[in-house]
Every structure is written in structure tokens, then in C-alpha cells.
């Protein structure tokens, strides 16, 4: 729907908890691969003695929210959405 | 055209390998199969060792029965080490996941941490299992010969003894180079312990007996 109607997402910034064990390359390669990402930048915010707090930034052209909303569920757990931005198409 | 299959196989089991490192890196399972394998294998070699010796000293001179006795024993611990591997290890990782759900107050259904310690709990129960299986079943491989008729029954004694004292000082090694200390030192005090069993055997069992 959002092809037809050229808008998409195109950034979004996520707030999510990971367990330490996980590391955040393989989560950054993974959601680099998905279609329509371009860029992802991932700070560790705060460590605790089991999970690390993360921000996530994903910017790119007509990202699929839902399927990069299953990725980071598989790696960690999504806290909230802080921040979306939609564009037109350029 | 077979060509293509074979890299394309090749590029597949190696992305089903790095994935299976990934898991193992996430659920710190490296360390406990290394330890389940030291410990089963030498606990293979020995018990074998110490039937062979046993056996010898009882004057038995027939290799069906150190065949037959030492493929059940064998069996009989892979099976008990698989299930109480399965077992406890399942019951310590399930342990770990739910303590991080509670960290996290999520569920991890489905989650890599997840997957990577049902991968932990299978790879430890195979480990557990395989281990002193093969070390008991290589150090009763002589006999094998033995009863073909290839070397006396001495001769399958003495190689069986032989290479069980090799197996338990290479464990030895191993442990030796994971410590990062002295791989020659380590592979001593695990000969040690076999020649020990070897001792026990002469002066408990024997012909008076």
C-alpha cells in the first residue's frame, strides 16, 4: 500500500533491551540485510548485569516496520518506538 | 551442473556451521562441551581400562567376552550419559532463560538466546553421549582383531592397554592447551590416573580372588 501510495518509512529509532550474550554486530548485519535499510547505527546506552539497553537508528527508503520489529524481537525486546520519520519518494 | 550442487551444498552447510558458532558463542557453550568431552572420554577409557585389566588378570582369554560385556558397558553409557545430560542441562538452561525473561520482562519465545540454548542442550546430551562411547569402543578395538584371529589375545591386551594410556595422556594434551599451561605436564598426570586404575585392578582382582 505504501509503494502505491509512494510514502515510506524511512527512519525509525527504537529503544530495545538484549540480553549480553548477544552481540550487536550480528543484530546490526542482520538488520542491515533487510530490504530497504540502508544505514543502521546502534549505541549501547546502558549496561546492566544481564541486558544491555540499546538505540537503535534505521534510516533507508520504505523500510517494513513489522518485519524489522520481528528481527530485534528475535535478538532482544523492543521498549518503544521513540522516533519515525516518513518521506515521499524522491 | 554437479558443480553448481556441490558449491552451492558447500555454501549452504557453511552457513548452517557459522550459524550453528553463533549459537554456541551466545549460549557459552563451548566451555561445558569441552569439559563434558574430557571428562566422559576419560571416564570411557578408564572404565574400559579397568575391564580389560580385570579381565586379563581373572585369566580369561576370550575376546567375545570383552567385546560383548564392553559394547554393552559402552552403550550403556551413552545412554545414561545422553539422558542425564538432556536432563540437567535442560533444566540449568531453562533456569538461565527464565531468570533473563524476568531481567527483561519479556517473553523469549522463539528468541535467539532461545534457540542457542536448545542448541547448547542437544550438542551437551550428544557430547555426554558420544564421548565415552568412543573412547571405551576404541580402547576394546583390538579385540576385534583378537577374535579374527589377526594377534593373540596377550597381544589385543597389551595394544588395547597401550592405546587407552595414549587416549587418556592426548586427553591430557588437550587439557593442557585449553589451560594454555603445560600440555606435556597435564597429559602426565592424566597417564597417571590410568596407571593408577591399572594398580587398583592388580591388587584388588586376581586370580586368589
Known amino acids: ?90 | 551442473m554437479s558443480n553448481r550442487l556441490i558449491s552451492s551444498l558447500k555454501s549452504y552447510l557453511l552457513e548452517k556451521f557459522e550459524n550453528l558458532q553463533d549459537l554456541l558463542e551466545i549460549s557459552s557453550a563451548g566451555e561445558i562441551l569441552r569439559r563434558y568431552f574430557v571428562m566422559n572420554a576419560f571416564d570411557g577409557a578408564l572404565t574400559m581400562l579397568g575391564f580389560v585389566v580385570g579381565a586379563y588378570i581373572s585369566g580369561s582369554k576370550n575376546p567375545n567376552l570383552i567385546l560383548s560385556a564392553g559394547l554393552s558397558a559402552s552403550y550403556a553409557m551413552a545412554i545414561s550419559g545422553f539422558v542425564g545430560a538432556l536432563i540437567t542441562e535442560k533444566a540449568e538452561r531453562e533456569r538461565k532463560v527464565k531468570e533473563l525473561e524476568r531481567a527483561m520482562f519479556t517473553k523469549l519465545d522463539n528468541s535467539l538466546i532461545d534457540k542457542a540454548s536448545d542448541t547448547a542442550v542437544v550438542l551437551a546430551a550428544l557430547t555426554d553421549a558420544l564421548a565415552p562411547m568412543l573412547a571405551a569402543l576404541t580402547s576394546a578395538s583390538p579385540y576385534i582383531f583378537s577374535r579374527m584371529g589377526l594377534i593373540s589375545f596377550d597381544v589385543a591386551t597389551f595394544i588395547s592397554v597401550s592405546i587407552t594410556l595414549a587416549l587418556v595422556f592426548c586427553l591430557g594434551l588437550f587439557l593442557g592447551r585449553v589451560s594454555k599451561g603445560n600440555m606435556i605436564l597435564y597429559g602426565f598426570y592424566m597417564l597417571l590416573a590410568g596407571l593408577a586404575v591399572s594398580l587398583l585392578m592388580f591388587l584388588s582382582t586376581g586370580p586368589d580372588i
Open chain 1, 1 to 90: 500500500m505504501s509503494s502505491n501510495s509512494k510514502i515510506g518509512v524511512t527512519k525509525l529509532t527504537l529503544d530495545v533491551l538484549k540480553p549480553r550474550e548477544v552481540k550487536i554486530t550480528d543484530l546490526a548485519l542482520a538488520l542491515g540485510e533487510i530490504k530497504g535499510i540502508e544505514n543502521v547505527e546502534i549505541y549501547v546506552t546502558e549496561v546492566d548485569a544481564k541486558t544491555e539497553t540499546l538505540k537503535i537508528t534505521i534510516s533507508g527508503w520504505d523500510m517494513p516496520p513489522d518485519e524489522i520489529e520481528e528481527l530485534v524481537n528475535k535478538y532482544g525486546s523492543i521498549r518503544s518506538i521513540d522516533a519515525v520519520v516518513v518521506s515521499k519518494k524522491r
